[in-house]
Structure formats: structure tokens, C-alpha cells
């Protein structure tokens, strides 16, 4: 469980980078931000699915519709949303919302594994872990929170902010979940295979939405806007490494761990996000910052200690009541 716990945390030090490209491209709406790099995402997926081709007869059209959903939520809509939230309400506040996933995944997860009679743990013994995440959540953006709200009155658009924050969290808690119930039901398919055949399906749609929209809005100063270069460099970066990279790291932990164990995982995205804010503003972390940095990472490390105690039990009484 050790080398899928790695894989997820790789993972959210890709994904919380991403929090970061509405600051590197201030010219650019959040819209064209989001559809460049879903391009760059379907763009390394051809490559992916052709040197995992075989794969392709084991794949059924159930599958391909599953993988569509997936993609146009996880890939397209909720990073829009999350840009435009970043945009309107900045990053702490985006972060805060953001951070609740882990929570509402694991308890989800936990609960849905309960009712299919897998491997679940009594919800009061994750209050300690799931109260700890909650507090440092709080406290990591203790400061940007702080600050937001108290300029909120010089931003007309920060409730439109909260409105995008609160529909993106509600799309990445059924992503994970989704995604991780495929994945579990095909342990033969690769993971990677399953990430490409996601973000394939995002390069005609992204190709055709960019061209509507550049045309029909006209809100970009030419065809690649203002700083071309800057532009495609970093929605190439975003899209291979930070997104298609980081999505089957990802899937491969899925396959390693259960669900209820990833939702936690997702506390790291949002700390990430918050390293990489001070990493571009050259700012140290504060206080409020460290000490809530420490309670989300305890919190994780606890509730991953309680499932993978139940996982031995269960191997215990296997062990057992076969002698």
C-alpha cells in the first residue's frame, strides 16, 4: 500500500500546480486556460494509446461512455470551474473549498464499501482524522482566507467566486469515486491506458470548443492571445505533465488502495496548491500555515493507519479460519 500511497502523492504535487496557471497567464481567460490544456491532455493521449493498443479489444463501448463522462467533468468542467473560482475569490479560498473533497470522498467511499459489504470502518473512528484534516484545511488558509474576506467588498465578482469553488468540489468528490469504482472492476486494463482513453476524448471537443469560442467571443488578441509562447509552454506543461502525468499516477494508486483510503489522499492537492502559491509569490509559509500543514498531513497519515490496520485484521481472520 506503500508504493500506491507514493503514486497518489506524486500526483497532487502535479494537480496542485495547476492552481497556479490563472497567475501565470493573467492574459487569458480562465476559459481558453482550461480548453488549451484539455488539447495538450488529448494531444499526449493519441501517444498513449497507441503504445498501449492492445488494450483496445478489451475495452467495450460502456467503457468509452464511462470514460467520456469522466473526462468532460474531471478534465474540462471542473478545471474551468476551479480557474474562475482562482480568478474571482483567489487561491485560498479555492483551496479551502477544494480541501473538503478529501473528506466527502472518504466518507462516501467508506460508506458505499459498507453497503456492498467490503471493508469499511464505523464512522466515529474517523472523526479524529476527518476533524484534524477539517482544522488544518482551516488553518493552511487561515491567512488567505482572512485577507480575501476582508477585500471581498473590491472583488464584485467574489460570490460568483464561491458559486465556481462549490460546483468544482461537488465534480472532483464523484471523479475519484467514479473513477476508482473502473478501475477496481477492470484490474487487467492499465491504468494509464484508461487515463489516455479519458483525455483522447478530449482533443476533438477541445479543438472544436477553442475555435467557437476564440470566434464568437473575440476576446483574445489573436489566434494564441497576447503571449503566444507562454501560452503554449505552460498549457503544453499543464496538460502532459501536471494533468495526463499526474491523472495516471493517479489511476495506478486507484488500482492499489481503496477507495476510502484516496479520499484522504486528496488533502495533498491542496497542500501542494498552497506550496507552489508561496513557491510564486516568494513567500515563506506562515505560521498558521505550518502548524496547518502538520494537522493535514497527521490527519491523512491516521486515517490511512486505521484502514490499513483493518486490511491486516482482515488478513488475520482469513488466516485463521483457514487453519
Given at each position: 500500500m506503500l508504493f500506491g500511497v507514493s503514486l497518489g502523492l506524486s500526483a497532487c504535487v502535479l494537480w496542485g500546480f495547476t492552481y497556479l496557471l490563472p497567475l501565470l497567464l493573467p492574459q487569458y481567460p480562465t476559459t481558453y486556460i482550461s480548453i488549451a490544456r484539455a488539447i495538450a491532455m488529448g494531444l499526449t493521449a493519441v501517444v498513449g494509446l497507441y503504445l498501449q493498443r492492445q488494450y483496445l479489444a478489451k475495452v467495450t463501448r460502456s467503457d468509452w461512455k464511462c470514460a467520456f463522462w469522466l473526462s468532460l467533468v474531471g478534465n474540462l468542467i471542473q478545471p474551468w470551474c476551479l480557474f474562475t473560482a482562482v480568478l474571482y475569490s483567489g487561491v485560498a479560498l479555492a483551496a479551502t473549498f477544494f480541501g473538503l473533497i478529501p473528506v466527502l470522498v472518504a466518507l462516501i467511499a467508506n460508506e458505499r464499501d459498507r453497503k456492498k459489504g467490503k471493508l469499511f470502518l464505523p464512522v466515529r473512528r474517523l472523526t479524529?482524522?476527518?476533524?484534524?484534516?477539517?482544522?488544518?484545511?482551516?488553518?493552511?488558509?487561515?491567512?488567505?482566507l482572512i485577507q480575501t474576506i476582508s477585500n471581498f467588498e473590491e472583488h464584485p465578482n467574489f460570490f460568483i467566486g464561491i458559486i465556481f469553488a462549490s460546483a468544482s468540489t461537488a465534480m472532483w468528490t464523484w471523479y475519484p469515486i467514479r473513477n476508482a469504482d473502473w478501475l477496481l472492476d477492470h484490474a487487467q486494463i492499465s491504468p494509464v491506458f484508461f487515463a489516455s482513453m479519458?483525455?483522447?476524448?478530449?482533443?476533438?471537443?477541445?479543438?472544436?470548443?477553442?475555435?467557437?469560442?476564440?470566434?464568437?467571443?473575440?476576446?483574445?488578441?489573436?489566434?494564441?492571445?497576447?503571449?503566444?509562447?507562454?501560452?503554449?509552454?505552460?498549457?503544453?506543461?499543464?496538460?502532459?505533465v501536471c494533468s495526463f502525468g499526474a491523472t495516471a499516477l493517479w489511476n495506478a494508486m486507484c488500482q492499489k488502495v481503496p477507495t476510502a483510503i484516496a479520499g484522504p489522499m486528496l488533502v495533498f492537492e491542496t497542500i501542494f496548491s498552497v506550496v507552489w502559491g508561496c513557491v510564486y509569490a516568494s513567500e515563506l509559509p506562515s505560521l498558521?500555515?505550518?502548524?496547518?500543514?502538520?494537522?493535514?498531513?497527521?490527519?491523512?497519515?491516521?486515517?490511512?493507519?486505521?484502514?490499513?490496520?483493518?486490511?491486516?485484521?482482515?488478513?488475520?481472520?482469513?488466516?485463521?479460519?483457514e487453519l
Open positions: 479524529i482524522p476527518l476533524a484534524m484534516m477539517l482544522a488544518g484545511l482551516f488553518l493552511s488558509n487561515f491567512d488567505g479519458q483525455c483522447f476524448l478530449l482533443l476533438p471537443f477541445g479543438i472544436l470548443a477553442y475555435i467557437i469560442l476564440w470566434c464568437a467571443s473575440g476576446d483574445l488578441e489573436g489566434f494564441l492571445g497576447p503571449k503566444p509562447i507562454d501560452f503554449i509552454g505552460w498549457s503544453l506543461f499543464a496538460g502532459i498558521t500555515l505550518f502548524v496547518g500543514m502538520v494537522l493535514l498531513v497527521s490527519g491523512v497519515v491516521y486515517a490511512l493507519t486505521l484502514f490499513n490496520s483493518l486490511q491486516k485484521n482482515e488478513i488475520s481472520d482469513l488466516n485463521r479460519s
